[in-house]
T-cell receptor, first 110, second 118 residues
Framework: DAKTTQPTSMDCAEGRAANLPCNHS???????VYWYRQIHSQGPQYIIH???NNETNEMASLIITEDRKSSTLILPHATLRDTAVYYC???????????FGKGTKLSVKP | GAVVSQHPSRVICKSGTSVKIECRSL??????MFWYRQFPKQSLMLMAT?????????EQGVEKDKFLINHASLTLSTLTVTSAHPEDSSFYIC??????????????FGQGTRLTVV
């Protein structure tokens, strides 16, 4: 089972920041938080990952709480092409596979 | 990021025939590749984990004789759906992770293969 909880869906206005929350209260000390997104009928796309420090790359920022029980993915200026299902994943599985939950369906609206 | 190429992107086959799907890591070597299946409006479900040079490990409920996996090199894994039936129609996605110690620790995904069995 997925070890994360995310809202089913969210809306965001184009050009505004999209903040996607994720709860992972049972995360272990050596487990990373990964974010992927899946645009309709495509394979998942890697966005960002982190352990305990906040991370930023050209796509997004990842804010992880100090107790590591939750995190937020921030898309600073959402565009229509950011409409997708966003998956927050705590890397686990006996072979290091990614276990996908239901994710958050983000709809960016004009 | 690194590139994983999956082929074909779309295939239609007759019931009872076999279909092979290829997954290649183009710019990195992958000791481990993963195969997922995704039905409409559902999330990705792991089918099997493929390790180069050894037998694949299948998830519970996935028939190993039906879904044949071969991981013959560090850049190629194949999934063959044998004796396909309409209920095997789905979106199949592969994923690859680079060798330990590589620059990338994250897994990268192929574009997916839409299989329709008629």
């Amino acid at each position: 089972d997925a070890k994360t909880t995310q809202p089913t869906s969210m809306d965001c206005a184009e050009g505004r920041a999209a903040n996607l929350p994720c709860n992972h209260s049972t995360i272990s000390g050596n487990e990373y938080v990964y974010w992927y997104r899946q645009i309709h009928s495509q394979g998942p796309q890697y966005i960002i990952h982190g352990l305990k420090n906040n991370e930023t790359n050209e796509m997004a920022s990842l804010i992880i709480t100090e107790d590591r029980k939750s995190s937020t993915l921030i898309l600073p200026h959402a565009t229509l092409r950011d409409t997708a299902v966003y998956y927050c994943i705590v890397r686990g599985g006996s072979q290091g596979n990614l276990i996908f939950g239901k994710g958050t369906k983000l709809s960016v609206k004009p | 990021g690194a590139v994983v190429s999956q082929h074909p992107s779309r295939v239609i086959c007759k019931s009872g025939t076999s279909v092979k799907i290829e997954c290649r890591s183009l710019d990195f070597q992958a000791t481990t590749m993963f195969w997922y299946r995704q039905f409409p409006k559902q999330s990705l479900m792991l089918m099997a984990t493929s390790n180069e040079g050894s037998k694949a490990t299948y998830e519970q409920g996935v028939e190993k004789d039906k879904f044949l996996i071969n991981h013959a090199s560090l850049t190629l894994s194949t999934l063959t759906v044998t004796s396909a039936h309409p209920e095997d129609s789905s979106f199949y996605i592969c994923s690859a992770r680079a060798l330990p110690g590589s620059r990338h620790t994250e897994a990268f995904f192929g574009q997916g293969t839409r299989l329709t069995v008629v």
